[in-house]
């Protein structure tokens, strides 16, 4: 099973931009929907954004037209460009498939925290 390994989170001020990878161990080619999760502390684990091997995308309403959800199909890398954030961005971000997340297996995540 494909397993995902999250990067590029950090500490960015409010108004900035940062672009999250996430990294697959195999083939995501004939995966139909890889999602970007976030989790704040003390809060649940929010979908956020989801790419779909048939080219569409889908954003949660506080993320639209600031994220940007991308696959490289032939790099097995999905990414989350990030402009325009917010401190309510602050969060851990994850990938994964619905499949993976009904099972409770989750990579390392990648810290995001957007601070003056």
């Known amino acids: 099973q494909v397993q995902f390994v999250e990067s590029g989170g950090g500490l960015v001020q409010p108004g900035g931009s940062l672009r999250l990878s996430c990294a697959a161990s195999?083939?995501?080619?004939?995966?139909?929907?890889i999602h970007w999760y976030r989790q704040a502390p003390g809060k649940q684990r929010d979908l956020v954004a989801t790419t779909t091997s048939v080219g569409t995308a889908n954003y949660v309403d506080s993320v639209k037209g600031r994220f940007t959800i991308s696959r490289d199909n032939a790099k097995n890398t999905v990414y989350l460009q990030m402009n325009s954030l917010k401190p309510e961005d602050t969060a851990a971000y994850y990938c994964?498939?619905?499949?993976?997340?009904?099972?409770?297996?989750w990579g390392q995540g990648t810290q995001v925290t957007v601070s003056s």
């Open positions: 195999g083939s995501i080619g004939s995966i139909y929907g």
């Open positions: 994964n498939t619905f499949e993976r997340a009904a099972k409770g297996y």
